[in-house]
């Protein structure tokens, strides 16, 4: 990739087009003010050199194909969950049954460390959006010292209702596939649809919620 199509005067996310996105992935931060970038390796590494970075970058693509995606902020809402600024996610389960589209399932994936790619995975309340009761004394460990776990407990998810209009109208639009995973994000600039999986980790999204066989037979 040459660095007139990397640096785009924006911030980006670099990800693999296939594998999990939680792993081999990458934020390239842009800065206005001093018209500089700032890419992430991992949560101690950083590159600030263009050119180094355009190397680095390139040496990813001799393995294999990656996406390049708009980095996204947190929306202001979100973002007193967690002192951590990588994006918090949504993983929103639909399926098509006859001619209906259904929501059956939903996760709110929070980063616990700056560019560590971990997360901690709770399940969303599918009718009404909010955070699935759970007990924080579990989670009193120094890596969840990140996330708010009192904001949290029974937490409203802002925008729910657009979440699932987007989900149902995108599936929509995939009439012949029965089940979809869909990645969203709260931004600053609203919700996104940031992508839609075949394959959705079906474990998951039953750790910590209710069991989903009576909504997929």
Request: charged share 20%; aromatic share 12%.
């Amino acid at each position: 990739i040459t660095k007139h199509k990397l640096f785009q005067a924006k911030s980006m996310f670099i990800k693999p087009v296939f594998g999990s996105g939680q792993t081999d992935n990458y934020p390239l931060h842009y800065n206005k003010i001093s018209d500089s970038y700032l890419f992430g390796v991992d949560a101690n590494e950083s590159i600030y050199s263009a050119a180094l970075i355009n190397s680095f970058v390139n040496n990813l693509l001799k393995d294999k194909a990656y996406l390049f995606q708009s980095l996204y902020n947190n929306h202001k809402l979100l973002q007193p969950l967690t002192v951590v600024k990588d994006l918090i996610t949504f993983r929103v389960i639909s399926v098509k049954k006859n001619t209906e589209i259904e929501i059956i399932s939903a996760l709110i994936e929070i980063p616990l460390l700056q560019n560590h790619k971990q997360y901690w995975v709770l399940p969303i309340n599918v009718e009404n959006g909010t955070v699935l009761t759970f007990n924080a004394e579990e989670f009193k460990l120094a890596i969840f010292e990140t996330v708010d776990l009192n904001l949290l407990q029974n937490y409203q998810i802002p925008f729910w209702k657009i979440i699932c209009k987007y989900v149902m109208q995108a599936h929509e639009l995939i009439p012949n596939v029965y089940s979809l995973g869909w990645d969203l994000a709260i931004t600053s600039d609203g919700v996104k649809l940031i992508e839609s999986n075949f394959c959705w980790a079906t474990e998951v999204h039953q750790k910590n919620g209710p069991l989903l066989r009576k909504h997929l037979f």
